[in-house]
């Protein structure tokens, strides 16, 4: 399955991997998207290139472009493995992933 799978209810991406493509086809994107996303991530916490804070918010813009169901939360301290270091980032992030998955599963 995929976020182009008219089944899929909605998608998490966490500090996930955006390549390029990804934005070259946000128009095909049929799942409302949450991305949570440190803006400090680096390759010494585990970030690199492919991941970067730059390459989410790219992502994000082509898909708010497309007219795609798109929200962020970018946090400016956070590494890339902040969800697992960081107890406040972790707990605003299982919080906004629940809100999002009720607002989105439960129609």
Do not use: C
């Amino acid at each position: 399955m995929s976020a182009g799978d008219a089944s899929v209810g909605g998608a998490v991406l966490e500090n996930g991997g955006y390549p390029k493509e990804w934005a070259d086809r946000a128009g095909q994107v049929k799942a409302p998207i949450l991305i949570l996303h440190g803006a400090g991530d680096t390759s010494a916490d585990g970030g690199s290139t492919f991941n970067a804070a730059k390459m989410a918010r790219n992502f994000e813009a082509a898909l708010k472009r497309a007219g795609k169901p798109v929200e962020a939360k970018y946090y400016q301290q956070g590494g890339h493995n902040a969800f697992f270091t960081d107890a406040t980032q972790h707990d605003d992030e299982v919080r906004r992933i629940a809100a999002f998955f009720r607002r989105h599963l439960s129609r």
